[in-house]
DNA sequence: AAGAACACCAACCGCCGTTAC
DNA sequence: GGTAACGGCGGTTGGTGTTCT
């Protein structure tokens, strides 16, 4: 069969994520040339990880960041600058995008509102105001807010920090923590709230019916455990742990469509 | 009510490091 | 060791929804 011509760009279908989802349940989320090719879908490998890793991972949140995100994005982002990958993997559920995207609209606009401070000094400095005072007080290190840092390779370069062992102390610097408690309280009372409503109108339940653990009302874990879980996982050797039922699951009533 | 301005977010592009051959 | 392929990252753009005038 000759295709792979024009391969699709632009916005992702319903039916494109489903197939992505599939398959990535199938063979993991590390071979997207792959992944790419198998599934049909007529995109590239790295559209395909776009995807997935900036929507259609289970273990996403969605919505506003928290207050304590938004401390943590500045913390971070104060000690090594715009590595948003970095910063993103101290915030489970967030991806690099998306913190890339709140720092760019909500530093942009406090590097506007400063600008204009800058004229009637006494102005209120640093009360990091989306929508005025929507995040709690984050105080911002001045450095940072002026315009140029939001291209800037680190505000601190010199301080950057360099290698992993110091990152892992950088991210103690912040009282963690305290943070993670703060963050999982909140949570805790959200999840238990909407445990399966996939949030924000997420279009999983199409993807659960494959993907999601065989009888997920049945299993004593919510679905929502095993896609945090799998957001915490960094090795392929985890993900083994629970592929196997989605894999049985799914090849046994989708795995006609596979030549592999 | 309509248009302008702004905010948000998804997706693409290009570069770079890593891996496989 | 050289090279091609791939994956990951950061920067950027464009579309859409929301708020403001």
Not at 9 to 32: A, H, I, N, S, Y
Not at 124 to 153: N, W, Y
Not at 225 to 237: I, N, P, T
Request: glycine content about 8%; aromatic content about 8%.
């Amino acid at each position: 069969m000759m295709m792979k011509e024009d391969t699709r760009k632009g916005p992702w279908t319903e039916q494109e994520d489903l197939q992505l989802m599939c398959f990535v349940g199938l063979f993991g989320d590390r071979r997207w040339d792959f992944i790419a090719k198998v599934s049909g879908l007529n995109r590239t490998g790295k559209s395909c990880r776009l995807r997935w890793v900036n929507y259609l991972h289970p273990g996403l949140k969605r919505g506003r960041m928290t207050p304590q995100e938004e401390r943590l994005v500045l913390e971070l982002h104060s000690q090594w600058g715009n590595r948003w990958s970095r910063i993103a993997r101290r915030l489970p559920g967030r991806t690099d995008n998306e913190i890339k995207n709140y720092w760019r609209t909500h530093m942009r606009k406090k590097a506007q509102e400063r600008k204009r401070g800058l004229s009637s000094p006494s102005s209120s400095s640093s009360s990091f105001s989306p929508a005025q005072g929507s995040t709690s007080g984050v105080s911002l290190p001045e450095s940072q807010i002026m315009e140029g840092s939001l291209h800037d390779k680190g505000v601190n370069g010199d301080l950057a920090v360099s290698g992993d062992q110091s990152e892992e102390e950088v991210a103690k610097v912040y009282s963690m923590d305290q943070i993670w408690k703060e963050v999982a309280l909140m949570e805790e009372d959200v999840s238990s709230k909407k445990v399966y409503e996939g949030g924000e109108g997420r279009k999983e339940d199409g993807m659960c019916s494959l993907l999601s653990p065989p009888t997920p009302m049945a299993s004593p874990l919510p679905w929502n455990y095993y896609s945090d879980a799998l957001w915490r996982m960094d090795d392929q050797e985890d993900i083994k742990m629970w592929q196997p039922t989605i894999n049985d699951h799914f090849v046994s009533n989708y795995g006609h469509g596979l030549e592999y």
